[in-house]
């Protein structure tokens, strides 16, 4: 029986917590389907002329800072997200929606499978038209095996599997990458962490 039919039928009988339990639950599986729905509306843009590339004046630490605040939020993340790089960086010629997805993606994927108060590190600098990212995490790893695998839409690494997510994340960010002249690569060590080494082709200098 579902949910929403046993609260519908027995609802006069449950005590108040154990409605509240059932209503979460309700609510989790909403939220996982959503997201399920968004990241593969999102993969078919990307498969598409839909995810367009359209540089502005973008502040990559700002963008950076947003992002893990959303992420430590929406994981209830006891970590700590440091950024540190290039101080004169400041604003560059980028897309930020398709750094969002990027950004979003690995900052939440090291949240989320970091042990708790485990610091991730985020450190910017640009070389020529090159921006370079690293994330780096002390969290669990990837098994060395299945590296080549990740990526791949709906694949989802064998020690991921209680965290929930929809196996469409990273491989929205590497298509972001892409499109923006760039690319993401992973360094894991199993139960020690994962450096992601994100570069992307600036649009370049912005003309004031």
């Known amino acids: 029986m579902a949910v929403t039919e046993m609260i519908s ?9 154990r409605k509240r339990e ?4 309700i609510a ?13 509306v999102t993969l078919e843009r990307s498969d598409s002329d839909m995810f367009n590339f359209e540089p502005e004046a973008t502040d990559v630490g700002a963008l950076c800072r947003r992002v893990a605040d959303h992420a430590l939020l929406l994981e ?13 960086l400041g604003r560059v010629n980028a ?9 979003s993606n690995v900052i939440s994927n090291a949240v989320k499978y970091s042990p708790e108060h485990a610091d991730i590190d985020v450190h910017l600098a640009r070389n020529g038209e090159m921006l370079l990212i690293d994330v780096t995490d ?38 972001a990458a892409h499109k923006h002249g ?15 080494h ?11």
């Open 22 to 25: 059932e209503l979460a639950m």
């Open 198 to 208: 994100i570069r992307v082709r600036l649009a370049g200098d912005i003309v004031s």
């Open 138 to 175: 002390s969290g669990i790893g990837i098994p060395a095996k299945e590296m080549a695998q990740i990526g791949t839409p709906f694949y989802r690494a064998s020690n991921t599997e209680p965290s929930g997510g929809t196996g469409l994340g990273f491989a929205i960010a590497m298509r």
């Open 9 to 17: 039928v027995y609802g006069d009988r449950l005590d108040d917590d």
């Open 95 to 103: 897309d930020p929606e398709l750094l969002e997805h990027i950004l």
């Open 28 to 40: 989790h599986d909403v939220d996982r389907l959503t997201a399920l729905l968004e990241n593969v």
């Open 182 to 196: 760039g690319s993401i690569e992973l360094e894991s060590a199993l139960g020690q962490g994962t450096r992601a």
């Open 76 to 88: 209830k993340g006891q970590n700590a997200v440091n950024i540190a790089g290039d101080a004169s």
